[in-house]
């Protein structure tokens, strides 16, 4: 059995009924439409493969049931107020040690400075002023001593006086005890006890500052932000540095910005403490249906879901499914060892709402799930593409 294609040969212009016409058989037919028929369902059976930007909602949430894998989470669908994540507040992470009292105590290392005022007969002179009476004449003839440098033992050595413990003393409790020591010697002296060289009361800042280095306290109980400006301050946003205090083998850390608008957060420094501070902007990731991959900047204190996925462009309309808009937080597992991932429906108008009041942490990642229709738009783009030349060919032969 033979089929011919005897209209299309009576449209030939070179068509001569002397010339022979080729007959196609049937059964070759029906073999080219049945590998046609395979190739299809082949290319169907391969939809699951074809090029994607993430995985969809379904696929999500077909995890969050599954519980599979190393990384197990929860999907957490943001439908009213109570589902919103509770703001991580500065003071959570800024837990300072307390100090045990706020004074500025000689240690070892430090150097004093010693000069004694006395009445009637001088003790290390021998002259005597019994007969001055004016009080600037009295102040006049102090004796200074030789500048003495507290030891290892956070002791002293004087004249007369031997040897004193002064570590952890105030200079007025040195003072004390200096006149206690001298009483049986000196009529009626009084010693005044400073400071000269502080190295026990100092604070160490390092990291994105002007000026890295050891800075002494005084009296006037330095707080982080008068060192941070001891120190030139930083050139940086201030929402953009993170501040780590170190005391006493514990560490906490609040953004520069949060210091600075809370007065709580400014702390008074002692001696020893740590500050270190630390370029890190703050940025949250976008993956899928959204244009491109991309690490956005926060650029301000704060920023609310509605500004990141507008930030982002938002999701495709020609790829994104608006009802999968989901947020993935790497923090702490709950109890149950959880993750949690956070689902935003963009087809409920409450949820505009709810986003305006969902705030991001530090390297977020938000993801626009791809629609499910994307998948046989994309088959069929295949299938145009494989066969437009046939096509093409076909239409120039024609």
């Known amino acids: 059995m033979y089929i011919t294609d005897c209209s299309h040969a009576m449209r030939d212009p070179h068509f001569s009924a002397s010339r022979p016409i080729y007959a196609i058989p049937a059964y070759k037919s029906v073999a080219r439409r ?42 957490v669908n943001i439908l009213a107020s109570a589902d919103l994540p509770k703001p991580v507040t500065a003071t959570e992470s800024w837990a300072v040690p307390p100090l045990v009292e706020q004074r500025i105590a000689v240690g070892p290392g430090d150097v004093l400075s010693v000069r004694l005022f006395e009445v009637g007969t001088r003790l290390f002179s021998g002259i005597s002023n019994s007969n001055i009476t004016d009080t600037a004449a009295v102040a006049a003839v102090g004796e200074a001593l030789p500048p003495v440098q507290v030891d290892e033992l956070g002791d002293i050595t004087l004249p007369y006086a031997g040897t004193l413990h002064v570590a952890g003393q105030s200079t007025g409790e040195i003072e004390q005890q200096i006149n206690r020591q001298y009483a049986a010697y000196s009529q009626a002296l009084r010693a005044m006890v400073s400071v000269s060289r502080n190295e026990t009361n100092k604070v160490v800042v390092a990291g994105a500052v002007a000026k890295a280095g050891r800075f002494s306290l005084s009296p006037a109980h330095e707080r982080v932000l008068d060192i941070i400006s001891e120190a030139g301050g930083v050139s940086a946003r201030t929402e953009d540095v993170l501040v780590r205090l170190t005391r006493s083998g514990t560490t906490s850390s609040a953004r520069l910005r949060q210091i600075m608008d809370n007065p709580r957060l400014n702390e008074v420094l002692t001696g020893g403490d740590m500050l270190e501070l630390d370029l890190q902007p703050q940025s949250y990731l976008v993956f899928g249906a959204a ?12 920023v609310s879901l509605a500004e990141a996925i507008a930030r982002a462009g938002g999701p495709l309309d020609s790829q994104a499914d608006p009802t999968g808009v989901f947020l993935f937080r790497y923090d702490a597992a709950d109890a149950s060892g959880l993750r949690t991932i956070y689902r935003l429906n963009l087809m409920q108008p409450g949820s505009y709402f709810l986003a305006q009041n969902f705030y991001l942490q530090d390297k977020d990642v938000l993801y626009f799930a791809n629609a499910r229709s994307n998948q046989p738009s994309k088959f069929v783009q295949i299938l145009n593409q494989l066969f437009s030349p046939f096509l093409t060919v076909r239409a120039i032969a024609n």
């Open 34 to 75: 049945t590998g046609i028929t395979m190739l299809l369902i082949s290319l169907l059976s391969a939809c699951a493969s074809l090029p994607s930007s993430g995985p969809t909602s379904a696929k999500i949430l077909a995890g969050d049931k599954t519980l599979s894998g190393d990384v197990k989470y929860r999907i």
């Open 291 to 302: 244009g491109k991959v991309a690490q956005v900047s926060f650029n301000a204190d704060r």
